[in-house]
């Protein structure tokens, strides 16, 4: 467990490096700076609180997250062509980071309700499937696609092993995948997409320029980087301090660092995963395995864009990519996740694991 | 309780995410650590993000140093369609005044051309167009302020600090210049058929493409790659500083081009001919003073001008007539077979030679040589050269440089045509003396002529002085070089002396007698040959005159073509007063010491030595 807090730690300070060479202005910093601390405060809160009492609440989440996501297709601001975001005053959210955890939540919630009866095909199947359904149709409209795929994939993990037969999970995601790659045929945007990941040279000027860039500013780190704020991509390279922000680091600190931000995120998938191995109800088990294929799945896709390993989707990369939201939201799943891990810890590393996520929080 | 089932799952599962995790380090090793050469990633990638800068193109200058052409920096004008985005019509609207664009046309080129109509992902559209190019620098200065004026209307539900940022980048990267040159020649028409134009034309380069002028005619074009820069280019913190060309300078002087230019302006207006044209010429050195043609064009818009385009002073091919007679004597004279005191029947105008009549303007009798040519006889020539033979005739038209290019350095020059002896018929040798049956251009006459004004060595003419950089460092100095020797000096002497007859009072071209200088001089009138035969009412009328006629400073041609046969068409009536004004007003503006009538011309003063006693140029003379 204390693996777990500590890659929190490490991350946490990354993310602080990194963010800072991108941007000379202090803007982004400051800012990403209060949505971490609030991120913090929400994650110690988890802590005290204590993931059980989250179950009472998982509905009302739930249904808070359906009505933001039907809000914000309709008075949502539009950027770039899909309306993703609120706008309060003078701080932007983005409400599938919020419906993520939601979702995650009164899965757990529902599958150790109905822990027993999950190989039957309704309760195991058609339930959770109406459940999980509006959250991705919605998301699905806004459009962001490599959400809803996310949270496709996590529905599927936590139904798995919550006990759903194989075949319950497996013949939909079949079929989810061949209706996913038809519309794909028809919509121009997302072939276009497609073509230009496997045809890289061909369309770097083009449709293919960001994953271009990003592939040079690999190159150009080579081992050990070009050095702290010497990127010359960042000028470059489109969404370098959201999306592509590996890119950076992976120019500015070379494959070590880019191999240190890979370790960083598989310690905390796996002590996320031994924290649910862990758990003592299976709540919290199914909770801790959501949450941390939520964040892994998310940074591994995120990981393979960046690099090339698969098509551009627009996902961020967890505790890293300039967001308020998504960083608030994720530091939050950290919380619930430490909080999974102290319930299933002798009681001396409960101690040492609050004092170190209070020391995190003031970092 | 819970089964085993979810842990076993739980645990496949997640070993299958750490597997893609370990997969994925070993792909960021494989991209990074250049295992391989291949793929798209390589040196030759980064070069995209370079911009190439053109390097600016060298002046053109006169022999004191007056621009007759330069280029003037300006801006090619840019925009970032997808900066411009939401902002397209206010732009549109307060630039097209300033870029004189059609306000639709600027509109068009600032929309955003590539347009997805995305559902989620980024908008990627195109980010450079050229807008327009040789703006004026402060055009540009005023597009600037208007950038930075602009008022923006939100563009809708943003957050205010990140629509600031976006309205900096759109006031000051959305339009930006780059650099660019517009080729300007301060004197308009001024030495139009010596500077030719240029046209701007895009090249690629390994650093993209850049915008260049390239020479099309005239001196633009023999000097291209002297006067084109080097361009170089700009990287991201550094790259290469573009490289000027080197400043071309002529021998001509802008004013005497500007006194001629003048002139045969005048005359075009006198005679209404179908084109004149004249070169001015240094007999000692063969430094051409001033080539002018008219009609003439603009090189500013050289497609405003195109029946003016053509050098007629190089290219007009005609039978030079009688001024080809000296060609004729001046060999008699070097070969002994006669002296100027010498006589010659000339048959009362009507000769019968090789079965064909050769008649004379005037009929004469009897006459000494000096007379002949003075008089301008065609049947006293005529049989000077039946005494020469056909075969050192031609020899000698060919060493005065007939029939072959002088090798001035600019494009269309014509040879010329004088055929071998064994084309010649029976008549010819009658004919070519005359200065028919051959062709010339006016350049090659007044070549030929400089030749007997400089003590008889025929120069090559030159044109351009030397090659200077940017700093006014000499690179090249081209020398005047001589041909060959043509004539002996006292021959020339003695032709001098014969053409100084010719303009006076007696002679064919008292029209060119000058107030008080010496001029030594000979007409020419030739009809015109045009599909085969001789066709009656179209001439080239033609003077070639030098002065002081015994220490010769400029040497001029002056020709006609196709003059208004109700004003004139003799060569001494209508070719000789235009050479008269031109010399005139060159010699007040070179202060050439008078030498009529009180200073007797020097007899005893070879005219190697006048060539040492050269007069001092005056001040520059500003010309409007």
Redesign the interface.
């Known amino acids: 467990m204390i693996i777990a807090v500590l890659a929190l730690l490490s991350l946490g300070l990354v993310m602080l490096y990194s963010v800072s060479p991108p941007h000379a202005s202090m ?1 982004f910093l400051s800012r990403q700076l209060v949505a971490g601390g609030l991120g913090m405060v929400g994650a110690v809160a988890m802590v005290v609180v204590g993931y059980r009492r989250l179950r009472y609440v998982s509905v009302v989440f739930y249904l808070l997250a359906l009505v933001l996501l039907a809000a914000v297709l309709v008075v949502g ?2 950027v ?3 309306r993703r975001w609120f ?1 309060f005053g ?1 701080i ?1 959210f983005q409400p599938s980071d919020f419906a993520k955890l939601a979702l995650v939540l009164v899965l757990a919630h529902y599958c150790a309700h109905c ?1 027993s009866l999950m190989r039957t095909f309704r309760r195991g199947l058609l339930y959770p499937g109406l459940i999980a359904a509006p959250v991705l149709v919605l998301v699905f409209r ?4 490599g959400t809803a795929i996310l949270l496709g994939c996590v529905t599927m ?1 936590m139904l ?4 759903v037969r194989w075949g319950y999970v497996v013949i939909p995601a079949v079929i989810g995948g061949a209706v996913l790659g038809a519309m794909l045929a028809v ?4 072939s ?2 497609i073509y230009s990941w496997l045809h ?2 061909e369309t ?4 293919g ?2 994953a ?1 860039r990003a ?2 500013a ?2 150009r ?3 050990l980087g070009v050095g702290l704020n010497q990127s ?1 991509e960042k ?2 390279l ?2 370098h301090q959201t999306d592509f922000i590996f890119a950076i680091i ?1 120019e500015e600190f ?2 070590v660092g ?2 240190v931000v ?2 960083l ?2 310690a905390f ?2 002590s996320g ?1 031994v924290a ?2 862990r758990a003592p109800d ?1 709540f919290g ?1 199914l909770l801790g ?1 959501g949450i ?2 939520l964040i ?2 998310q940074a ?1 896709i995120n ?2 864009v960046v ?3 698969a098509p ?1 989707k ?1 996902l961020a990369l967890p505790f890293i990519s300039y967001g308020g939201s998504n960083l608030a939201m994720m530091l939050l799943c950290t919380g619930v996740l430490v909080s999974i891990a102290l319930a299933g810890s002798p009681g001396a590393i409960v101690q040492v694991g609050l004092a170190e996520s209070e020391e995190t929080a003031t970092a | 309780m819970l089964s085993v089932v979810p842990y076993r799952r739980m645990a496949v599962m997640a070993s299958a995410v750490t597997l893609a995790f370990v997969g994925l380090v070993g792909w960021l090793a494989h991209l990074q650590l250049h295992f391989s050469d291949d793929g798209p990633v390589s040196e030759r990638s980064t070069v995209s993000s370079r911009t190439a800068r053109p390097g600016r193109r060298g002046a053109i200058l006169d022999c004191r140093g007056t621009v007759l052409a330069m280029s003037v920096p300006t801006k090619m004008v840019c925009a970032d369609p997808s900066l411009i985005f939401t902002q397209h019509v206010a732009i549109a609207k307060s630039l097209a005044p300033l870029l004189q664009m059609k306000e639709s046309d600027l509109l068009s080129l600032i929309s955003p051309r590539v347009r997805t109509n995305a559902v989620d992902g980024r908008l990627i559209t195109n980010s450079y167009v050229v807008l327009k190019r040789k703006v004026p620098i402060d055009t540009w200065q005023q597009v600037t302020q208007a950038m930075a004026r602009l008022e923006m209307k939100s563009p809708g539900r943003r957050i205010r600090a990140s629509q600031k940022l976006a309205w900096d980048a759109l006031r000051y990267r959305s339009v930006f210049g780059s650099d660019d040159y517009l080729r300007h020649y301060p004197s308009g028409t001024l030495a139009a058929h010596v500077l030719g134009y240029v046209s701007s034309a895009e090249t690629n380069t390994d650093y993209g493409p850049v915008f260049e002028d390239r020479g099309l005619t005239g001196i633009e074009l023999t000097c291209d790659r002297a006067l084109a820069g080097v361009h170089g280019w700009a990287v991201a913190g550094g790259g290469v500083e573009p490289k000027e060309g080197l400043n071309v300078v002529l021998t001509v002087d802008a004013t005497i081009q500007a006194i001629v230019e003048d002139e045969l302006a005048a005359a075009m207006k006198k005679y209404s001919p179908a084109g004149v044209c004249a070169i001015a010429v240094r007999p000692f050195t063969g430094d051409i003073l001033a080539m002018a043609s008219a009609p003439t064009f603009d090189p500013n818009s050289p497609a405003s001008g195109v029946e003016g385009w053509r050098n007629r002073a190089i290219s007009d091919l005609t039978e030079p007539g009688s001024t080809f007679k000296i060609v004729t004597i001046t060999t008699c004279l070097e070969e002994g077979i006669l002296t100027l005191e010498d006589t010659v029947d000339c048959e009362n105008g009507r000769w019968w030679y090789g079965g064909a009549w050769l008649h004379d303007v005037h009929p004469y009798g009897v006459l000494p040589y000096e007379k002949v040519i003075c008089k301008s006889s065609n049947i006293g020539t005529a049989k000077a050269a039946v005494r020469l033979g056909p075969g050192r005739l031609y020899q000698v038209v060919r060493n005065f440089g007939f029939g072959q290019r002088t090798g001035i350095p600019l494009p269309t020059e014509a040879a010329g045509v004088i055929r071998p002896t064994n084309q010649w018929s029976k008549l010819s040798i009658t004919r070519v003396p005359i200065g028919q049956e051959v062709s010339a251009t006016p350049l090659q006459m007044v070549m030929a002529m400089s030749a007997i004004a400089n003590g008889g060595t025929l120069m090559s003419p030159r044109l351009i002085d030397r090659l200077e950089d940017s700093g006014g460092r000499v690179i090249v100095q081209y020398p005047a070089s001589a041909v060959r020797r043509v004539a002996s000096e006292r021959v020339c002497r003695e032709m001098v002396r014969a053409l100084k007859k010719a303009v006076s009072r007696e002679g064919t071209a008292s029209a060119a007698e000058m107030e008080s200088y010496t001029v030594a001089g000979k007409t020419g009138t030739a009809q015109k040959f045009v599909d085969g035969t001789y066709k009656s009412g179209k001439y080239y009328a033609s003077f070639i005159g030098f002065f002081p006629a015994d220490r010769p400073a400029v040497c001029i041609v002056v020709g006609i073509d196709e003059p208004d046969r109700r004003v004139g068409y003799m060569g001494g009536t209508v070719a000789a007063p235009v050479f008269k004004a031109i010399a005139e007003r060159i010699a007040a503006y070179l202060h050439l010491p008078p030498d009529k009538p009180s200073d007797v011309p020097g007899t005893g003063q070879t005219p190697a030595l006048a060539a040492r006693v050269r007069v001092e140029p005056a001040p520059k003379v500003s010309r409007q």
């Open positions: 803007r601001v539009e770039h062509g899909a706008r003078g932007q822990q806004e459009p962001d696609w993990v798995l092993v919550a006990g919509n121009p945007v997302r276009d997409r890289l040279e770097r000027d083009g449709v320029y960001q271009w592939r040079e690999l190159n780190g080579s081992l010359r000028a470059l489109p969404e992976a070379g494959f880019s191999v890979v370790g995120f598989l998938f796996l995963i649910s191995w299976a088990m395995t941390s294929f892994g799945l591994l990981l393979m690099s090339g390993a551009n627009g």
